[in-house]
């Protein structure tokens, strides 16, 4: 098997965090109702309910990037 170095496995957990942290923000403005996430889907022509949909898929998928085992779902 394959050792990477240890470079790569940090640099890996630091982007996967970064992302997860993007992901958690981008949640937090659909779920806060933000004016322009509203705008947004109102012009994409999406229901309301549909914004706090994708907010929860964006959480969960925070969550599984967190987790190592889980990594790749996220």
């Given at each position: 098997?394959?050792?990477?170095?240890?470079l790569?496995?940090?640099a890996?957990?630091?982007?996967?965090?970064?992302?997860?942290?993007?992901?958690?923000?981008?949640?937090?403005?659909?779920?806060?109702?933000m004016?322009?996430?509203?705008?947004r889907?109102?012009e994409w022509?999406y229901?309301t309910w549909?914004?706090?949909l994708i907010?929860?898929?964006?959480?969960?998928?925070?969550?599984?990037?967190?987790?190592?085992?889980?990594?790749l779902?996220?």
């Amino acid at each position: 098997m394959n050792e990477h170095p240890p470079l790569f496995i940090f640099a890996r957990h630091v982007v996967s965090w970064l992302v997860a942290t993007l992901f958690g923000l981008s949640a937090a403005m659909k779920f806060f109702g933000m004016p322009i996430q509203v705008q947004r889907f109102q012009e994409w022509g999406y229901p309301t309910w549909f914004m706090f949909l994708i907010g929860f898929l964006e959480v969960a998928a925070a969550g599984l990037l967190i987790f190592l085992p889980s990594r790749l779902l996220g």
